[in-house]
């Protein structure tokens, strides 16, 4: 949530922290958080003014809020500032650009009034493949309960191209027997995260990735995947020819199951799940697996 203009998350521990402390954020590989002001973090960015509406700032329209800015950061920290941001964005008389997370479609939702229904639940799958990037605490320990409940472990090397065949090997092999599912991983924990590797190399290796996750789908054929890590997401998820994404059923906050729409028709109906680092309980992968999730309403 973000509260006066200073963004705060939960991390793997239960605990909220303020984002430039966060145990996983405060040292990630690719966007390090080191101001948890987001205004001051957005300057270094963009030379608009960027104002703030604070949860205790009275604004009842859209262009009183956004007089003195160039762009405008919303503090959202419950239910009714989530919906009092709805209709300030619905309700402003020039069409703005929005930028945010899931957020944005929950604080329209919510000026617009629509109850919240079950969500339904997904079929089950035989096999699951993922594909995870992510140095994250919780992905580390979704992993380790994948490869001890049924899942195959098939590593990819973030320096070693050549090793990719092996790895695409390794994991259609591990698909053919008794499995739940593979997953292919750059990183096993924090620890192994490459410290060296620049932003062009973080790129290339999350494009690899998404290519042998490519590779591994037409030649399996299955039909259900995940990719965990926020930026390999939009690295790798390129590589699969999608075009868009519909909503299938709720896995775990910020991280639904969707339907791909592609011009591919390999990859058109494809389920895929789009998970950043941080989502998700340990059993995740088996979740999305199994198309049911614990305490569904």
Request: include cysteine; aromatic fraction near 6%; proline fraction near 3%.
């Amino acid at each position: 949530y973000t509260m006066f203009g200073h963004l705060f998350a939960a991390a793997a521990d239960g605990l909220v922290y303020r984002i430039d402390r966060h145990p996983a954020m405060m040292r990630h590989p690719v966007t390090p958080m080191k101001e948890a002001d987001l205004r001051l973090h957005l300057k270094e960015q963009t030379a608009m003014r960027v104002g703030l509406q604070d949860a205790l700032q009275a604004c009842e329209t859209y262009a009183a809020m956004a007089a003195n800015s160039d762009a405008v950061l919303i503090d959202v920290l419950d239910e009714a500032s989530l919906k009092k941001a709805g209709r300030l964005l619905w309700d402003a008389d020039r069409q703005p650009f929005i930028v945010g997370s899931s957020g944005v479609e929950y604080a329209l939702i919510a000026h617009w009034g629509e109850e919240k229904k079950p969500s339904a639940a997904a079929s089950p799958v035989d096999h699951l493949v993922v594909l995870s990037g992510s140095c994250s605490q919780a992905t580390e320990r979704q992993i380790e309960y994948a490869g001890a409940n049924g899942f195959a472990l098939v590593a990819i090397s973030p320096a070693d191209a050549s090793a990719d065949e092996r790895s695409i090997v390794g994991a259609l092999a591990a698909l053919s027997i008794n499995t739940r599912g593979v997953v292919l991983h750059t990183a096993r924990s924090a620890t192994d995260r490459v410290e060296t590797f620049g932003a062009a190399e973080r790129r290339s290796l999350g494009e690899r990735a998404g290519r042998i996750l490519d590779r591994v789908l037409t030649q399996s054929g299955l039909r259900r995947a995940v990719i965990a890590g926020g930026d390999t997401s939009s690295h790798a998820g390129r590589q699969l020819g999608i075009g868009a994404l519909t909503f299938v059923s709720h896995m775990a906050p910020g991280a639904p199951l969707c339907k791909a729409w592609s011009q591919t028709p390999s990859r058109q109906g494809l389920e895929v799940v789009f998970k950043g680092g941080q989502c998700g309980q340990d059993d995740f992968f088996e979740t999305v697996r199994s198309g049911s999730v614990k305490g569904r309403n």
